[in-house]
């Protein structure tokens, strides 16, 4: 029960602003486009070029060593 509590109350140490800006307005609009611009139109590297902001693919998930102390006894936890 321990190592599902600690899994369920982990967070990120540290998380930075997205560059991305998330606003309707011209001027959002120009810097996102700027910064694409900067990245070759390239959404993907942009993305993960900027480090622990939470649009940085994976963040999501929790790290493996707190769902392995929870599920390694699964049949299938080595294809998971």
């Given amino acids: ?5 600690n899994a369920i ?3 990120l140490h540290s998380r ?3 560059c991305l800006t998330f606003s309707l ?3 959002a609009a120009d810097k996102n486009f700027a910064l694409l611009k900067e990245n070759d139109t390239d959404l993907e ?3 993960l070029s900027d480090g ?3 649009l940085q693919p994976g963040l999501e998930f929790r790290p493996v060593n707190l769902l392995q102390l929870i599920i390694e006894g699964h049949p299938f936890w080595q294809q998971m």
Avoid: E, T
């Fill in 25 to 27: 307005s011209r001027l």
């Fill in 45 to 47: 590297n942009l993305l």
């Fill in 16 to 18: 930075s602003n997205p």
């Fill in 52 to 54: 622990h902001s939470p």
């Fill in 9 to 11: 109350h982990w967070k």
């Fill in 1 to 5: 029960m321990a190592s599902v509590q």
